[in-house]
Antibody, heavy 116, light 110 residues
Framework: QVQLQESGPGLVKPSETLSLTCTVSGGSISSYYWSWIRQPPGKGLEWIGYIYTTGSTNYNPSLKSRVTMSVDTSKNQFSLKLSSVTAADTAVYYC??????????WGQGTLVTVSS | QSALTQPRSVSGSPGQSVTISCTGTSSDVGFYNFVAWYQQLPGKAPKLLIYGVSERPSGVPDRFSGSKSGNTASLTISGLQAEDEADYYCCSYAGSSSVLFGGGTKLTVL
């Protein structure tokens, strides 16, 4: 069973770039689609986008101008960068495997707070 | 693209059945049979409960069932148990390689 683990700074200053990495274990990252989803405290889930292991991406239109995803198959990792963050970007960020249009495997999530 | 519409909360007693609705549009829920439901226990990551409108992943009890009519999908939980108390989210493919989530429904087991 594939397992995912998010890592990265828990605190980011306003206007800076949020950077997170998801490490996949228990299977190869290759030939699968991988996603990022976020959840502001006390609120619902928001789709950020996905990346395929060739590097092909698709982002939520509402975040597209600020999002960059990348993949490193040699490390079995994929990453998220979100630029020009504000307090509204404070959320638990989840990485997940995308199968069809479903998310059968999730990381435990990591809280990122945007504050000076 | 707006989030799918779910009731903020539902409740039921142990043993009863509850149904959670998820209303979208003819461009997402109504057009594609790619509706999923996720269960999120407090402090945990979401867990896939239903995919493809009504399919259950291995290990999900058959007390959980999904359906769709027009632009509205539904999750029904029968034989309600205390451990079913959680937040439930619907999710639909919305075309152009995009996905929409519902706002979430808090299920309280009385």
């Amino acid at each position: 069973q594939v397992q995912l683990q998010e890592s990265g700074p828990g605190l980011v200053k306003p206007s800076e770039t949020l950077s997170l990495t998801c490490t996949v274990s228990g299977g190869s990252i290759s030939s699968y689609y991988w996603s990022w989803i976020r959840q502001p405290p006390g609120k619902g889930l928001e789709w950020i986008g996905y990346i395929y292991t060739t590097g092909s991406t698709n982002y939520n239109p509402s975040l597209k101008s600020r999002v960059t995803m990348s993949v490193d198959t040699s490390k079995n990792q994929f990453s998220l960068k979100l630029s020009s963050v504000t307090a509204a970007d404070t959320a638990v960020y989840y990485c997940a495997r995308l199968s069809g249009w479903d998310l059968p495997n999730w990381g435990q999530g990591t809280l990122v707070t945007v504050s000076s | 693209q707006s989030a799918l519409t779910q009731p903020r909360s539902v409740s039921g007693s142990p043993g009863q059945s509850v149904t959670i609705s998820c209303t979208g549009t003819s461009s997402d829920v109504g057009f594609y049979n790619f509706v999923a439901w996720y269960q999120q226990l407090p402090g945990k990551a979401p867990k896939l409960l239903i995919y493809g409108v009504s399919e259950r992943p291995s290990g999900v009890p058959d007390r959980f069932s999904g359906s769709k009519s027009g632009n509205t999908a539904s999750l029904t939980i029968s034989g309600l148990q205390a451990e079913d108390e959680a937040d439930y989210y619907c999710c639909s493919y919305a075309g152009s390689s995009s996905v929409l989530f519902g706002g979430g429904t808090k299920l309280t087991v009385l």
